[in-house]
């Protein structure tokens, strides 16, 4: 059987920063793929260069040189409009902080995205609530995010990144604020998704014990992925 071409592949890929005389080479030719339905941990020491490589596979950077393919498109010399679309439509991001509107519900939080992207407002409430039903979250749905607890707010945040369907959920830190056991409860949510919707998840974290439940591990060294066993 043929397997599945990558949700996200990155090829030799090179970021570096410019500070005043020096340069700082932080991605040294960095290969990565990603399949549909597979997680991924990215675990590395702070300053590795894990936030710019999750930056460089979200297309919110472009690589100094090197490739990013989401799906069959090769990105890195796209027009910005190009990239955007691409970004809106294929990429979901969850951060450390939820980043939740305040003034909005839950649901009005996972259906906002949904009619960014032109989808009819019953369609959109019907997927938000199926979404965060799915999350556990269906006793929720009216609740603004400061009467949610931490855990109920990183589930929303994580509905909100996949309620276009795309094909990549990166997610930085997602569970660093939160205490050990709602952090395990909101990491196993999301590796239940992932494998049920065959999205593919890259998720940086320091979390060695949540790492372990997800399909791969990997590490920056010296600008470069290395898999960890
Ligand atoms: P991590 O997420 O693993 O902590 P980062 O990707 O945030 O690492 O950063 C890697 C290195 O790149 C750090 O030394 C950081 O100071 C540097 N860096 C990141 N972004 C920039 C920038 N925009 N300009 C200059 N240096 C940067």
Redesign the pocket.
Known sequence: MMEAPPALALDRVERR???GEAT?E?LRGADLQLLPGQSVALI????????????VAGLL?KPDAGEVHVGAEATARMADRRRTAIRRLHIGFVYQFHHLLPEFSALENVVLPQLIRGLPREEARARAQQLLEYLGLGHRLQHRPMELSGGEQQRVAIARAVANAPRVLLA?EPTGNLDPHTAEHVFSTLTTLVEASGLAALV?THNLELAKRMSRRVT?QEGRIVELT
């Open positions: 920063y410019h500070q700082l932080i590395a020491p702070s300053g590795a260069g894990k936030s710019t490589l999750l930056h950077e930085d940086a920056l």
